[in-house]
């Protein structure tokens, strides 16, 4: 979403707006659940690398285009930063756990 703003911009095309976020990303997951992990991290770095190709483009910094790369790179981390945490958590609670051997008892 952000490179597609970002071209706006270079193309001086661009109408602000808001997107929603929510949908966005609810769709974004319901597409990518058949995927492996090796085709959504692809995707997930095409996507970061298309953007920052679209912001160095620019042929001067702008708000708006500011604005789009932090909606999609920091306040977009931080929107998921907590679950993301607890994930971690999570991973190591049962990379630590005790083994139980089933076939004993």
């Known amino acids: 979403e952000a490179r597609v703003q970002l071209l706006d911009i270079a193309a001086r095309s661009y109408v602000p707006h808001e997107i929603a976020v929510d949908a966005r990303n609810a769709r974004i997951l319901e597409l990518s659940k058949a995927q492996t992990w090796d085709e959504t991290w692809a995707a997930a770095n095409a996507a970061r690398a298309w953007m920052l190709e679209a912001w160095f483009e620019l ?14 790179g920091a306040e977009h981390y931080g929107e998921h ?3 993301l945490r607890d994930w971690v ?5 049962l990379r630590t756990r005790a083994v139980v051997d089933e076939g004993e008892g």
């Open 59 to 72: 042929a001067e910094p702008s708000d708006a285009a500011s604005y789009w790369v932090r909606k999609a």
């Open 81 to 83: 930063l907590t679950r």
């Open 89 to 93: 958590a999570e991973l190591l609670a």
